[in-house]
């Protein structure tokens, strides 16, 4: 009989076959929990071990591994993305560069998230900026209930992107907006992109796939199913292959422990158990 796991897993190319039964399984059957937008599903995983198999957030996972949490990452992307196109000002306030932002008020839904763990680390090493001279302005908690967070939280009732269009805010990170006044903050995001990947030759990986300790640890052979029905979806799409992964995670170990998300860089191999190691 097929064991039958609580799952969270968002809809992405690289999903779409698992989701919709093309790829599948006589050992395991997913049940798939329904959140919109599937990020507000990480919480319930890192704080109250909610599913067997779970979409999660790569800086999310870094800092749930620095508090011990019961989570054993797999090599499995499901979301990446270049990320210069994720940062906005106000044209209406004034001309604002990369190289401007020291010292101004910025706005992300929360420190935490992992594309604001890409643009801080795009900005302070390949832009010179000091982010420890802005003014960050937060809106939402951290996954992992440990992280203590220092920012300034938004006020009551008032949504991010608005603040920018009202100019209580210099510029957004993590956000697009079709706003006449609201432009990118980096000009020509698609030069930028390409020089950046030029230079790293990394793809930035946003979320990929965890299970639980437990059932890593109890039933290796379903965890070495999943990746593999997982790996068959994604390459109907394009995949990761596993250098791009490492460079990828690498860099953004890197940008983590930069920005004192997690105490100490891992090593990429730490990130995986005896289990998901061996599906590299």
């Avoid at 940062?87 to 001309?95: P, V």
């Avoid at 209580?168 to 907006?177: I, T, W, Y």
């Avoid at 980096?186 to 300790?213: C, L, R, T, Y």
Wanted: cysteine-free; aromatic content about 8%; charged content about 25%.
């Amino acid at each position: 009989m097929a064991m039958r796991l609580k799952t969270l897993l968002g809809d992405h190319p690289g999903t779409a076959a698992l989701k919709n039964g093309l790829v599948k399984s006589d050992l395991v059957e997913f049940e798939f929990a329904q959140y919109s937008p599937t990020n507000m599903g990480f919480k319930p995983m890192v704080r109250e071990d909610a599913f067997d198999v779970s979409e999660m957030a790569i800086v999310t996972y870094l800092m749930a591994k620095s508090f011990g949490k019961p989570m054993v990452l797999l090599p499995d992307v499901v979301l990446a993305r270049f990320q210069h196109g994720h940062a906005l000002y106000n044209a209406k306030a004034g001309k604002l560069t990369p190289h401007d932002l020291n010292g101004k008020r910025v706005g992300i839904r929360s420190f935490t998230t992992t594309t604001g763990a890409w643009l801080r680390g795009i900005l302070a090493n390949d832009h010179g900026v000091d982010l420890d001279s802005i003014d960050w302005v937060t809106f939402d908690d951290a996954h992992v209930a440990e992280y203590v967070d220092t920012t300034k939280r938004g006020p009551a009732g008032k949504q991010i992107i608005q603040m920018l269009i009202d100019r209580e805010l210099d510029a957004v990170l993590g956000e697009k907006s079709d706003h006449p006044d609201l432009k990118p903050l980096f000009a020509d995001v698609i030069a930028e992109e390409e020089a950046w990947f030029g230079k790293h030759k990394v793809v930035p990986i946003n979320h990929m796939v965890v299970v639980s300790q437990a059932l890593s640890e109890q039933h290796p052979e379903i965890v070495r199913e999943v990746h593999r029905l997982l790996a068959a979806s994604a390459a109907i799409t394009a995949r990761f292959d596993r250098d791009a992964m490492r460079r990828s995670l690498e860099l953004i170990i890197g940008y983590s422990a930069q920005q004192n998300l997690i105490p100490r860089a891992f090593t990429v191999d730490e990130l995986f158990d005896d289990v998901t190691r061996a599906l590299w």
